[in-house]
């Protein structure tokens, strides 16, 4: 069983360390599932997180584990990860592998904690590449969507794990059983779309899952699929532009709303945006890793970090790992190829 | 000089022949440059077009040419071209063939309008791979993106041919000169991405394009680039998430409206539309194939239908392909590969 405590990077995301610190200071403060102080460690400039509980009324019993570095998020993942020893993202890292933590919790850069959770946890056993998931919850029934960037060089392999770990967590983290898993393609029938596409149905088809075949755009908000699964290039890309799309038109409802004298447009707005923000729940999990790791929006603010720390000790709790390691393993196909 | 005369398949789409008849018809009474009944082919079936026409005012002198067949929306583009020998799109291209026609417009099945321009009229002189060009109108200043799905196995060469085509279709259709060419990708760095995005970036960066680098989902709101070149899968995913995820808002922001009694809904909804719909504009330009290609929506109305021939007769006027030839032989790298 892993350490149950949760390491959190307060230097990483727009807003740190306070919006990371009064995010902790939330997650012990929930009405349900509250944790107590000592579940969670604080990773980062020790002196400047004493400074914010000095005015903040006090730390009322995290620890804390000095980092003297950050990386920033527009650094390059690489370069940085290779310059910064000390970062507080490495610290988190470090917690895990020293078993002082299961999980950690990051907002800061996010190519960063894939690189530095990838090569210093490992993946799970039986597992080829870890995958970012995120669950959409905008059409009232969660979507979770892996890849969503952490390997972008995929193999047909690769995305049936990531069927398999997918469907892990929707049953573990959302109580969906034996959830539907689709194909993000450009077509409904088997042959279409790239090598990887259709060697990858193929894989799908035959592997026990519940398979639903190929999806496309509009069936992710139709529901057609409860795990979608794409390379990690497609899957970025993907989410971006959801990202961007969505707030553009958001934009342009108020534009029209504004010009339409509508005086509740500042209302529909806020409940659309808890509606397509995926922040709002948490965050993204790192599946495939060898400890548990949600990645935050650099933008957080402390409602999103205390969620993205609930979600994390969810997955603990709820043993995702253990299920994926034993799911990989029963998924494991003569088909394999090295990878 | 290509025969300046549009074979419109009257089979295709989801009102056939109806709207498509009905958009023939508005193209000649357009304010601006109205289209006498001789520029437009009618392809399809002879019995239903006059029965329509006999009900509808009369044929005002479009020329018939009979096809006894249509492919349908749900079939597979490879399959029916195969069985189906009398096709309306194939009686399209066949027009073009035959110096009947210079163009022809299409709202049927997209993949059969692709397979049977491309294998019917080939690629232009010099031009290694036909892509289709979407205009995004949204953000009040027009970005045109391609390959939307013409072609699934991008090369980097493929990928600078797109951004020569779009720059020259930026210019002879929206008076946009020296265009800004961005490559879609998950990164600022020229590093990121996949190989072929790696690749594609050196090669664009050293073309003499006006390349501005990479670019992500959201800076397609933002006005970085006019034109965004992608691999056809890509492309194609893109854009089908784009019609998915604003129709999906779309309905949420009609539902809040409603819900909290807002009266201007309907206002608010119509006036995003016209703004988020790129069939509003005329729909998608094949670009790269020996003849003018324009494929709209299936759903197009008769507006749609007309503005498409619109968009046709336009870039016939403009010379789009003769400049496209000029610019590929002009951008001709040392670094082609055969493809």
Redesign the interface.
Known sequence: MPNSRIALDVMGGDAAPGALLEGALLATKREKDALTPDRILLVGDEAAIDSWFAQNGGNPGFSIQHASQCIEMHE?PAKALRAKRDSSIGGCVKAIRAGQAGALVCMGNT?ACVGASTLGLGTLEGVRRPGIAITLR??GHPVTMLDM?AN??SKPEHLLQYGVMGSIFMRDMLSVNDARVGL?N??E?PTK??DL?KDSHALLAESGLNFVGNV???????GAADVIVTDG??G???????????????K??VK??QA???E?AG??IS??QR??DYSEYGGALLLGVNGTVVIGHGRSDATAVSNAIDLAARALKAQVNTHIVEGCAAFASDRETKS
């Open positions: 390059s190519g905008m059409t960037g972008i060089a993000l450009i077509g029938e779309g790239t596409c496309e755009g509009p069936d992710i908000f139709q290039y497609t970025n890309i993907t989410l971006k532009l959801m990202e961007g799309l969505s707030g553009f038109l958001m342009q409802v029209e709303l339409q004298g509508a509740s209302d529909v409940a659309l509606n397509t």
